[in-house]
């Protein structure tokens, strides 16, 4: 395999200008708290695949078409722009492909995502597909969803009475009797501490006011 893009230029913004608008397939900003601006996606699926970056501990930060790559595979020609590349805290990263269902792709773009995945192994990369299935299809999805559009990105105040608050009740308790306590931080703040586990909840359920919830204790 011979590589004949450029350099990648992740800071440049997503490389791809699409001026598609089909149903399911059209520009969505998604407020990104990780990277403090809203990240263009192609498609409604792509915003949700966010949710999941934004709720990793492990993902520093992500860019959206990151970089088109030109290669040459077998006298083959390709040219492919993923559609995510992931950073991880330990410095390493991934792309990710994002597709409704990849059995229902035609065998030529198979065949260019088979070729790419090659060439991300003998480049040391990594590549990821993710489908509809595995992004939307869990409650636990839904939990982080309904969370994330309800949270305010971190506010120093707010957490500062937030951990204050944390030593004056007792836990576990529940999202309802959180939600009722008058001395809570608001419900934003409570989101914000849920969905990036500064609060413990079983976020595999769904988001109900019998949700438990319990501080993480500082040794954890």
């Not at 601006?37 to 999941?52: F, H, K, N, P, T």
């Amino acid at each position: 395999m011979i590589i004949t893009s450029g350099e990648m230029k992740l800071e440049d913004g997503p490389v791809r200008s699409s001026l598609r608008r089909r149903r399911q397939n059209f520009i969505v900003d998604f407020p990104s708290m990780k990277n403090g601006r809203s990240m263009q996606c192609d498609a409604v699926l792509e915003s949700a695949y966010c949710i999941w970056l934004e709720h990793d501990p492990q993902v520093v930060k992500y860019y959206t078409q990151p970089h088109t790559f030109i290669w040459v595979d077998d006298s083959q020609p390709y040219r492919y722009t993923p559609d995510f590349y992931v950073v991880l805290t330990c410095g390493d990263g991934y792309f990710t492909e994002v597709k409704h269902d990849f059995g229902k792709q035609r065998a030529r773009r198979l065949a260019k995502l088979d070729s790419f995945h090659a060439l991300c192994f003998k480049e040391g990369w990594a590549f990821q597909r993710r489908d509809e299935q595995s992004i939307t299809g869990s409650t636990m999805f839904q939990t982080l969803k309904a969370l994330y559009s309800r949270l305010r990105p971190y506010n120093e105040q707010q957490q500062m009475y937030f951990y204050h608050y944390l030593h004056q009740r007792a836990w576990p308790t529940t999202l309802g009797d959180l939600l009722q306590d008058s001395a809570a931080p608001d419900t934003a703040t409570i989101c914000f501490n849920l969905f990036t586990g500064r609060l413990m909840a079983d976020l595999s359920q769904r988001l109900t006011l019998d949700l438990v919830v319990d501080r993480v204790l500082p040794h954890e």
